[in-house]
């Protein structure tokens, strides 16, 4: 009975999407606000109909019924609770169904927030998302069916992927479409703009918190992605330039340039072609990446299976690219900026220039993933890309871009004068030096480690000087020092809130110099009562036990920590056995630590649990990577809050 439901169900919201999208057009086109309205119903149903399928989805997996072919190939009787409601996006079909959930959802409320507030962009920032949501509703009913009927229904189910039966499943995934569905809403109204001809600001003002919001839950769903990484894949790192990492990468580069070349068009009438472009990108590379992610044409331990559903995203990509390229074109002589670059130095050439390294970034990330599909269509052969050339070619961009996060919020606009570069810059430029000297007289050697973390250094002054000189001015006029930071944040909110994400920016480039020059691993094989020593730590083997779980096998490996910070704390890496797989699958243990992590992961052992391999790391400054990201989720709610002196 479910499949019948689901299909019928995705059938229908098909066929109100598309009248939608149809509708809300014709409605805009002839002023018919009847038919714009009858839109906005569609895009109701479309949203409740989406709903009753991933509450079918859910129930079908909570039942066990494996008359649904998806249900039968992604768990199985031992699956534990969780893990079964987790199962509906763990796999191609269950994630399409998500992603069309949340787009229906990022209509709804622009139908609530916007109806009444953009009237001229409305109607085709309706049709625009309603069209996007067809899209994906096509391809649940054709060439992924999620309700697939299975016959003869089996007994039993194949089970889930057992690297995804995690907590991250919860929450990367879904973070991770947030951002990726939440950059459609700029680019409906981008396309509204240029059908209308309002390219001027009034789109960049209205999507502004929407773009924030989509560039903040793409970020979370990369941290939550490396910490899923560290803590699962056993390798004992957080980004491996994996092609379908890089396809979650080159959006969030895209975006990050967008809400900086933003603030130039709002200040000085420039960059309209450019922010039309950039926003255009963002939302393809969304969906580029969703074809990578779901076509089976690249290797990936994120991919998912091969299909014809490719095609299908590669279509509507190139729909897509084409139907923008022709509106800008039809606009190409309205889109002459209004202001002109006064000097090469000033804050509007700082933000540029960081646009073209955020671009350049994207670029080279996007070359090296695809490289091995350009080589097997040139040669035959495919050549992979691996993270030497991601590292050496992104490297420099990435410290420019440090640097360039510390002068472009103090450099003047327009020109900055001698006298602006020294109230903003001296110290500030100081302190960075005073760092890297301190740093090579401590000992440490690499150049690339020092220059960073100079460089963090510089950025972090740049801020607190000017939150200094702010506060100190409102502390002139009475106020006391915490009151006048409180008022500052809050009333100049949009800036300071930028401060907070730089800082969480800093925060993480700290944590990945660290990582990467002072971290130390080995492999051994240990007798039982014998130790390991590593980085100032020391840990002991003291035996293995076999347990069964629900649905695998389980050896675990018990290890106690005998010298350095944790001593007498106990780690316990394992193996697990599941039916399904081939290789066992390794559990981590770990002991996290602001400065140290150790980090084991159990290897092969003797089968009288006398002995085992264990590779044991002492991982620096990991940690400061999760903390940023808490850092960035507080910076980004001080973003969004309406600024109070335009309240009042």
């Excluded at 790192?237 to 933003?262: I, Q, R």
């Amino acid at each position: 009975m479910i499949p019948e439901l689901g299909t019928g169900a995705l059938l229908v919201a098909l066929t109100l999407a598309l009248y939608g999208a149809v509708a809300a057009a014709v409605g805009a086109r002839r002023g018919k606000a009847a038919l714009v309205e009858s839109a906005q119903h569609a895009a109701l149903g479309v949203f409740v109909l989406v709903t009753a399928c991933i509450l079918l989805l859910v129930y079908a997996f909570l039942t066990f019924d494996f008359s649904v072919r998806y249900v039968a190939t992604n768990t199985n009787l031992g699956t534990p609770f969780y893990y079964r409601i987790t199962a509906v996006w763990g796999a191609l079909e269950g994630s399409i169904v998500l992603w069309s959930w949340m787009l229906g959802l990022y209509t709804l409320i622009v139908v609530l927030r916007h109806r009444t507030s953009a009237r001229e962009l409305y109607p085709w920032v309706l049709t625009v998302m309603l069209s996007v949501i067809s899209f994906f509703l096509l391809v649940m009913t054709v060439a992924a069916p999620v309700f697939a009927r299975l016959s003869p229904v089996p007994g039993d189910g194949r089970g889930l992927n057992p690297l995804l039966e995690d907590s991250g499943m919860i929450t990367h995934p879904v973070a991770l479409y947030l951002g990726f569905t939440g950059f459609t809403v700029p680019f409906a109204f981008a396309v509204a703009a240029l059908v209308t001809g309002r390219i001027g600001d009034f789109w960049i003002t209205t999507t502004r918190r929407w773009t924030i919001l989509a560039w903040y839950f793409l970020s979370l769903g990369l941290l939550i992605g490396g910490w899923w990484s560290y803590h699962v894949l056993g390798w004992g790192g957080y980004w491996a330039w994996d092609p379908v990492e890089n396809a979650a990468f080159m959006p969030w580069l895209t975006g990050t340039a967008f809400l900086h070349s933003v603030m130039i068009q709002e200040r000085r009438r420039m960059l309209r072609l450019w922010n039309l472009a950039l926003v255009i990108l963002t939302f393809s590379l969304t969906l580029f990446g969703t074809f990578l992610t779901r076509s089976g044409v690249i290797a990936s331990v994120h991919a998912f299976t091969q299909g014809a559903i490719g095609v299908f995203f590669l279509s509507f990509l190139a729909l897509v690219v084409l139907t923008a390229l022709a509106l800008i074109a039809w606009r190409w002589d309205d889109l002459g900026a209004q202001g002109a670059l006064d000097s090469i130095v000033s804050r509007e050439s700082a933000f540029l220039l960081n646009n073209v390294l955020l671009v350049a970034a994207a670029f080279t990330v996007f070359f090296g993933t695809v490289f091995p599909l350009l080589s097997e269509a040139a040669r035959g052969v495919k050549v992979s890309v691996g993270a030497p050339f991601f590292n050496q070619v992104n490297v420099p961009l990435f410290l420019s871009l440090i640097f360039l996060m510390g002068v472009g919020p103090l450099i003047a606009w327009r020109r900055a004068s001698l006298d602006n570069l020294k109230r903003n810059f001296v110290w500030p430029v100081a302190a960075g030096a005073v760092a890297a000297l301190t740093l090579r007289v401590v000992g440490v050697r690499p150049v690339l480690a020092v220059t960073a973390l100079a460089l963090t250094v510089f950025v972090a002054a740049t801020i607190t000087v000017d939150l200094l000189r702010a506060t100190r001015a409102r502390r002139a006029v009475g106020e006391r020092a915490l009151t006048a930071l409180g008022g500052l944040l809050l009333r100049h909110n949009r800036r300071y809130g930028g401060f907070v994400v730089h800082l969480a920016v800093l925060v993480v480039a700290v944590g990945v110099t660290g990582s990467q020059a002072w971290s130390v691993h080995t492999e051994t094989t240990l007798q039982r009562g014998e130790q390991a020593e590593l980085g100032g730590y020391r840990v002991r083997f003291d035996g293995l036990r076999e347990s069964q779980e629900s649905n695998h096998g389980k050896v675990t490996g018990t290890f106690t920590i005998v010298g350095g910070r944790g001593a007498g704390q106990v780690l316990e890496p394992a193996k697990k056995f599941y039916p399904q797989e081939q290789s066992p699958i390794a559990y981590v243990d770990y002991r996290l630590g602001f400065v140290d992590d150790i980090y084991l992961v159990l290897g092969d052992f003797a089968r009288d649990g006398s002995s085992a391999t264990v590779k044991f790391q002492v991982n620096r400054m990991v940690s400061w990577i999760w903390i940023g990201g808490l850092i960035l989720t507080l910076g980004t709610i001080l973003a969004v809050l309406p600024e109070r002196r335009k309240a009042a």
